[in-house]
C-alpha cells in the first residue's frame, strides 16, 4: 500500500515522524510532501532521520524552502529529498491509496 502524508505546518514535525517510522515497519511505500511551514521539517532531526532512511521519498516545495529557509543548502539534500513544487503534491495525492494531511 502507498501511504501519503502531506505536511503543511511545522508544528507536526513528531507525528510526521512517527507516521512514517509506522507505516514503513508495516511494509507500506510511504511517501510524504512538505509544503508552506512543513517545509521546516528539514530542520528537524527525527523527521530527517526517517527520512533518510528512505530517500527520495519525501519531497518538498522548493518555493516554500527560498521563502521559509532562505540559508538551506538544497544542493546537500538532493540524494535525500525531491526539491520540486506542487506537483509533487498532487501526484502523491493521485498515486496514494491512503492520504493524511497534516
Do not use: I, N
Amino acid at each position: 500500500m502507498q501511504f501519503g502524508l502531506v505536511v503543511t505546518d511545522r508544528r507536526h514535525a513528531a507525528q510526521a515522524a512517527a507516521l512514517l517510522a509506522g507505516a514503513a515497519a508495516r511494509g507500506w511505500d510511504a511517501r510524504c510532501f512538505l509544503t508552506d511551514s512543513g517545509v521546516c521539517l528539514l530542520e528537524d532531526e527525527r523527521f530527517m532521520e526517517q527520512a533518510r532512511a528512505r530517500p527520495l521519498a519525501v519531497a518538498v516545495c522548493r518555493h516554500s524552502v527560498d521563502e521559509l529557509l532562505p540559508g538551506c543548502d538544497v544542493a546537500a539534500l538532493a540524494k535525500v529529498v525531491v526539491m520540486g513544487s506542487q506537483f509533487q503534491g498532487a501526484k502523491l495525492a493521485k498515486s496514494a491509496q491512503a492520504l493524511l494531511v497534516l
